[in-house]
């Protein structure tokens, strides 16, 4: 199934282990980093649709470093 949306996974950090916290769609990637800011603290997986672009995947990667973000894909 290709995903449509931007999908963002946020976890809380316990112990040796992340705890999923919540799981969000979004259609474009300005509301994916909103969230993220909002969350600061948090660790992040986000999903990307099919729809998109390379200079999408290069701002979702340039996130600050400051975030814990894991990038995956589609394929």
Not at 19 to 44: M, P
Not at 48 to 74: G, V, W, Y
Request: aromatic share 6%.
């Amino acid at each position: 199934m290709s995903r449509k949306m931007w999908e963002l996974d946020i976890y809380r950090q316990q112990g040796n282990t992340d705890a999923l916290v919540a799981t969000h769609d979004f259609h474009n990637l300005i509301s994916l980093r909103i969230a993220i800011i909002e969350n600061r603290g948090r660790s992040f997986v986000v999903r990307e649709p099919l729809h998109a672009t390379p200079q999408d995947r290069i701002t979702s990667r340039s996130e600050s470093p400051s975030f814990d973000i894991k990038i995956s894909s589609q394929g």
